[in-house]
């Protein structure tokens, strides 16, 4: 198979990670903003006067989940403006746009090493709040964290390998023969069993809740949350997947899917924030019934009192999770 010019596969890198950053961007500002404004309903309702407004605040906002989505999008959308820098470089900087292909081929370029490194961050932060997500959806079991935090911890070391090895790359050497090139694969190999470990015990965990609930409580929403994570879980790994073949076939291609894993990755986590965003606005939207001046005097009457048992989701939001009922006259 003939192997793709670096101008062709950069060329595709710009169109397409642009088109992904805009579907990223769509989903990290609603979830953004389904987060404050479901905070901010919050904190109307349950403001007191002994409390400090910015530390009230920061305590109900700044969640783990809240910061990671912030965190994530400084990275992806740092990652987008030097591809777009780089293009600019390419075509007109740089030997006043002569020579192209000599710049897209020296891989210790200062913008190509930063940008790999907000691609290994972004990659790092995301599988560490898919880590922290798996912990809460297992009940804060420390044991069953052990394993994606071990992978956590070898994708950080193989990729701070990786930026150390391009930044000495020496001119005329690839990926594909440099020492880079062990690093790269135990990068991929950690990132892939994290998000399969994950979502696997995450999904197992949702659909035996959806299961045990679906008759007292109807289990469609917990459905609904189970098909996003497959769905998200499906959406990266496929791609990490093309990506790995692409790479160990010595394609030019993996320079588009690399700079492309980075929002691919993005979209697959705030798929699933948007999908618990939407269940935080469902909710808000419920209201309870407002109560009825009687006309004339009641006799004692049975009332029935609910009792609403409340825990935390992974975002660090309570939700309802049980409701008993009792009677008195």
Not at 51 to 61: D, G, L
Not at 267 to 280: D, S, Y
Not at 312 to 324: L, T
Request: neutral net charge; contains cysteine.
């Amino acid at each position: 198979m003939a192997q793709l010019s670096l101008i062709s596969v950069n060329l595709a890198t710009v169109a397409l990670e642009s088109l992904l950053f805009g579907i990223f961007l769509s989903l990290s500002t609603a979830f953004l903003y389904l987060h404050l404004s479901y905070a901010a309903g919050r904190d109307r309702s349950s403001r007191t006067a002994s409390s400090i407004p910015s530390i009230q605040w920061a305590r109900r906002n700044l969640s783990l989940m809240f910061i990671g989505a912030v965190c994530i999008t400084f990275t992806i959308t740092a990652h987008w403006i030097l591809t777009v820098v780089r293009l600019f470089d390419a075509f007109v900087h740089f030997e006043g746009g002569a020579a192209p292909t000599l710049y897209y081929s020296d891989l210790a370029q200062t913008t190509e090493v930063v940008k790999t490194a907000f691609v290994i961050a972004t990659l790092v932060i995301a599988d560490i709040l898919f880590t922290y997500r798996l912990w809460v959806v297992w009940g804060y079991n420390h044991y069953i964290a052990v394993l994606p935090l071990c992978s956590v911890a070898g994708l950080f070391v193989a990729g701070v390998g990786i930026i150390h090895e391009l930044a000495h790359m020496a001119e005329g050497r690839t990926v594909f023969i440099s020492q880079a090139n062990e690093w790269i694969s135990a990068a991929y190999s950690f990132t892939f069993i994290t998000n399969v470990y994950c979502s696997a015990l995450i999904a197992s965990k949702v659909w035996r809740a959806s299961h045990r609930s679906e008759k007292a409580y109807g289990g469609g929403s917990l459905m609904r949350v189970f098909s996003t994570i497959i769905e998200s879980a499906f959406i990266y790994m496929t791609y990490t997947v093309f990506f790995f073949i692409a790479y160990q076939a010595d394609s030019n291609l993996q320079y588009t899917c690399i700079d492309t894993l980075c929002p691919i990755s993005g979209i697959a986590f705030m798929l699933i924030n948007v999908r618990v965003g939407l269940g935080w606005a469902e909710h808000a939207h419920v209201q309870p019934p407002r109560p009825m001046r009687p006309a004339f005097p009641m006799r004692p009457v049975a009332v029935d009192i609910t009792r609403i048992v409340q825990k935390e989701d992974d975002m660090g939001r309570p939700v309802a999770v049980k409701a008993d009922f009792e009677s008195e006259v």
